[in-house]
């Protein structure tokens, strides 16, 4: 058996591996590379990542805080607008396709459909479709005057 090194140690490693290696570390952890990177983004995400697998992530209730303050706060604004919050456990239907589908809010903060986990509402409804879709507005539960 292999023993890995602690996630002090990775992280620590982390500004002396080459690009290639760092995209390899990548790869292992995300699902998408970003458009534009440079390496110390590419280092702090890594390093935030191993941090986050070995101790756990942050709960859904405080990234959506931070989000929220990160709003309210920052000159960029990015128009997303207010979110919308469903209690754990409301069931969604949607007929799509002549299939009607459900999914369910857990209490972590993520969707369930057919037996597996979403991170988002539009991430289900692109299981669904196939395509890309804003998940509260497929769902029918986006807020009124959202999004302009």
Request: proline content about 6%; hydrophobic content about 35%.
């Amino acid at each position: 058996m292999k023993l890995s090194l602690s996630t002090t140690a990775q992280v620590a490693a982390l500004p002396t591996l080459l690009l290639p290696d760092l995209w390899q570390l990548w790869d292992r952890h995300f699902s998408r590379r970003p458009n534009r990177v440079n390496r110390r983004y590419l280092e702090a995400r890594l390093a935030y990542r191993l941090q986050e697998i070995a101790h756990g992530g942050l709960p859904p209730e405080v990234k959506a805080h931070l989000a929220d303050c990160g709003e309210q706060h920052s000159k960029i604004k990015v128009g997303r607008g207010p979110e919308v919050r469903l209690m754990p456990g409301t069931t969604l239907l949607r007929e799509w396709d002549r299939r009607e589908y459900r999914v369910t809010v857990l209490p972590d903060g993520l969707y369930e459909l057919d037996g597996k986990r979403y991170k988002s509402l539009s991430a289900a409804a692109r299981a669904i479709t196939g395509t890309l879709w804003s998940g509260p507005a497929f769902f029918g539960v986006k807020q009124k005057g959202a999004g302009r």
